[in-house]
């Protein structure tokens, strides 16, 4: 069975400042991780991935996450935000033979000016 | 190239009515998924196609629920006899190697 924890169901920061969301995991096969931003009354649209290679991945608008298999972890970065990233975040992982998502309950980001 | 598409974006019934959800997947992908989104729940997966495979069903949360991919491509998720747990947001998702889904917009279901 799979499942993934964000630590924090809101966060507010202001413009320009640096963000961490945090997401942890927990599974009992090899991993596929993502992360899905949702603007409000749209669907969910794809961040950025973790499928194997660089643990350091890079993403749209700017995002960044890092697998970190130890502390199971798959945090997203971003070091400057803006107004228009407002949004939830959805932590996100897959395995096994139909590669189904287990979603985190999300994060919603809120930058203020 | 267009996106996965879904429809009718809204839909408001009366409970116990029918309710038929389509989404049409990215052309050449051939898994395609349905999930639920719902404030008390969120976001659960339903049902999953691969090709001509038969379809992972696990997630169907009861027997009034079901969906159908026809020709390996649309997919339509039927609900039958609608509560009014059953009001949710209702997305598709298509994947050309099974491992990135990439989503719609989603249907509103609102049972009244």
């Known amino acids: 069975a799979q499942s993934v924890t964000q630590l924090d169901s809101q966060v507010p920061v202001f413009e320009e400042a640096p963000v961490e969301l945090r997401c942890n995991y927990s599974s009992s096969v090899s991993v596929y991780l993502f992360w899905y931003v949702q603007y409000p009354n749209q669907g969910l649209q794809l961040l950025l991935k973790y499928l194997s290679g660089s643990t350091l991945v890079k993403g749209i608008n700017g995002f960044e996450a890092e697998f970190n298999k130890s502390q199971t972890s798959f945090h997203l970065r971003k070091p400057s935000v803006h107004i228009s990233d407002t949004a939830e975040y959805f932590c996100?992982?897959?395995?096994?033979?139909?590669?189904?998502?287990?979603f985190g309950k999300g994060t919603l980001l809120t930058v203020n000016p | 190239g267009a996106g996965v598409s879904q429809s009718p974006s809204n839909k408001v019934t009366e409970k116990g009515k029918d309710v038929e959800l389509r989404c049409d997947p990215i052309s050449g992908h051939t898994a395609l998924y349905w999930y639920r989104q719902s404030l008390g729940q969120g976001l659960e997966f339903l049902i999953y196609?691969?090709?001509?495979?038969?379809?992972?069903k696990s997630g169907l949360p009861s027997d009034r629920f079901s969906a159908e991919r026809t020709g390996g491509s649309v997919s339509t998720l039927t609900i039958q006899r609608t509560q009014q747990e059953d009001s949710a947001v209702y997305l598709c998702?298509?994947?050309?190697?099974?491992?990135?889904?990439?989503f719609g917009p989603g249907t509103r279901l609102l049972v009244l």
């Open positions: 196609f691969q090709g001509n495979s038969a379809p992972d």
């Open positions: 998702a298509s994947s050309l190697d099974g491992k990135t889904q990439y």
């Open positions: 996100a992982v897959s395995g096994g033979s139909n590669y189904k998502l287990t």
